[in-house]
T-cell receptor, first 113, second 110 residues
Framework: GAGVSQTPSNKVTEKGKYVELRCDPISGHTALYWYRQSLGQGPEFLIY????????DSGLPNDRFFAVRPEGSVSTLKIQRTERGDSAVYLCASSASPVREQYFGPGTRLTVT | DAKTTQPTSMDCAEGRAANLPCNHSTISGNEYVYWYRQIHSQGPQYIIH???NNETNEMASLIITEDRKSSTLILPHATLRDTAVYYCIVRDNAGNMLTFGGGTRLMVKP
């Protein structure tokens, strides 16, 4: 079946601009996670949704970052006033339940110039 | 989550077994051991997980010591496509996020 998909695969934006990154989880998966991976590092947790609600947003670095999942399926990660330090690969993962294994998408590579 | 310690890198000859160690000496009774791998420019891929019994699936085997303070991921017949960074993660049974460390960079050589 279809895996987790993320769009766009690459995004280049100028410092100060607003960006939206989209995640389509595996159909039927209720848990959805966002991670960020900088070059040479392991992924770092940002936020976790169970259904439509953010169950844990402790990994969001500051209030410029926000994520939604209005219908409990597709999620959008939103970054306001982008900074060069936001450049990274943003990964989305989903699982059938919070205690099950997570399946990752290919990521969106964000470059802030 | 308990922290894990893995070697930074390992080499393995193609066709031979790759044995990747992981130390998790502070693991709690309700924490599982998960293994993921990340091939260059791809998202992490789930491999296997276990609590205290050894586990095997089509990708790999997971051997957990009796005291649960360490584990070994075994790829029985490594191929060039197994070249990747392998992450050992401990995670409690409440779920939530995965905490990735540095992982082991496995290089499978012809």
């Amino acid at each position: 079946g279809a895996g987790v998909s993320q769009t766009p695969s690459n995004k280049v934006t100028e410092k100060g601009k607003y960006v939206e990154l989209r995640c389509d989880p595996i159909s039927g998966h209720t848990a959805l996670y966002w991670y960020r991976q900088s070059l040479g590092q392991g992924p770092e947790f940002l936020i976790y949704f169970q259904g439509t609600g953010a169950a844990d947003d402790s990994g969001l670095p500051n209030d410029r970052f926000f994520a939604v999942r209005p219908e409990g399926s597709v999620s959008t990660l939103k970054i306001q006033r982008t900074e060069r330090g936001d450049s990274a690969v943003y990964l989305c993962a989903s699982s059938a339940s919070p205690v099950r294994e997570q399946y990752f998408g290919p990521g969106t590579r964000l470059t802030v110039t | 989550d308990a922290k894990t310690t893995q070697p930074t890198s390992m080499d393995c000859a193609e066709g031979r077994a790759a044995n990747l160690p992981c130390n998790h000496s502070t693991i709690s009774g309700n924490e599982y051991v998960y293994w993921y791998r990340q091939i260059h420019s791809q998202g992490p891929q789930y491999i296997i997980h276990g609590l205290k019994n050894n586990e095997t699936n089509e990708m790999a085997s997971l051997i957990i010591t009796e005291d649960r303070k360490s584990s070994t991921l075994i790829l029985p017949h490594a191929t060039l496509r197994d070249t990747a960074v392998y992450y050992c993660i401990v995670r409690d049974n409440a779920g939530n996020m995965l905490t990735f460390g540095g992982g082991t960079r496995l290089m499978v050589k012809p």
